[in-house]
């Protein structure tokens, strides 16, 4: 777990700010309390100072992992955000569901499919007669880890609705690998144009409709596809994977099976 100073700065500094702040009063108190009580003062002054220093630790140990989860989530360094995060648990932070699916996001992008789900699930909350409410990027996410865990049932039923603009391209694509395990390659191919048409670079999407399109034997749908997709301010990195997939298209070659795991974004 790599520590940084950054992420505790702030919250050592509002620690300080409230230990200032507990020695005035216990101060106050002392010499309110030394007239009348001279002997119970000092007891008085030094138990202050005592909950004084001991009450903030616990704050600022979650405030401290949660930084530094962050700053670990914003260099992409899912394992350390993932263990900040459960620290942060650990110590009794809030549930606050932008949290959880932070911790949730570094879960599921270190493929721990289980432990992200339970996270996912522990934000869903009752609404009565039986139902229960759920942000709509979590049934997403839900529907993700399932389907990567081979609950190809559940992550269907989690997938197939239309709650979440923001991920609406990945949904369909994981619901055309889902379609073609189950045979309908029809369907399959639909649901990888339809990926494409809502993120026209993700490669993942272009590479299972041009393999299905030549194994198939519609070359020209292949065709179709990477002259269509992704567009021309893709990264350079996709463009080589296109030109991969175009050489590949050329040669008659059919492509094998991938199953990409995908990077969420939280």
């Not at 004084?52 to 914003?74: N, V």
């Not at 990567?148 to 694509?173: K, N, Q, S, T």
Request: charged share 20%.
């Amino acid at each position: 777990m790599t520590l940084s100073p950054t992420p505790f700065v702030v919250p050592l500094v509002i620690v300080l700010l409230l230990y200032s702040a507990v020695l005035l009063t216990s101060r106050f108190l002392h010499d309110l309390a030394v007239p009348r009580f001279p002997r119970a003062a000092g007891a008085l002054f030094w138990g202050l100072i005592a909950v004084g220093l001991i009450a903030p630790i616990p704050h600022l140990l979650r405030s401290m992992a949660e930084r530094a989860a962050f700053r670990a989530a914003t260099l992409r360094d899912w394992n350390a955000a993932a263990r900040w995060f459960a620290l942060r648990h650990r110590l009794g932070g809030s549930h606050a569901a932008s949290l959880e699916l932070r911790w949730a996001n570094a879960l599921m992008n270190t493929r721990r499919w289980a432990e992200a789900e339970s996270v996912l699930v522990a934000t869903v909350s009752p609404a009565g007669r039986g139902r229960v409410r759920a942000a709509p990027r979590v049934v997403t996410w839900l529907g993700i880890c399932r389907y990567y865990e081979g609950r190809h049932e559940a992550a269907a039923r989690a997938l197939e609705p239309e709650p979440d603009p923001a991920d609406a391209g990945l949904r369909a694509y994981l619901l055309g690998r889902l379609a073609e395990q189950a045979g309908n390659v029809d369907s399959a191919a639909l649901l990888y144009e339809k990926a494409l048409t809502l993120s026209p670079d993700f490669f993942p999407a272009l590479y299972q409709a041009v393999r299905l399109g030549i194994a198939r034997g519609r070359p020209g749908e292949a065709r179709r596809m990477i002259r269509t997709f992704p567009s021309a301010r893709s990264p350079q990195g996709v463009r080589a994977q296109v030109e991969a997939l175009d050489q590949a298209l050329a040669a008659g070659r059919l492509l094998p099976v991938v199953e990409f795991v995908v990077e969420t974004q939280g």
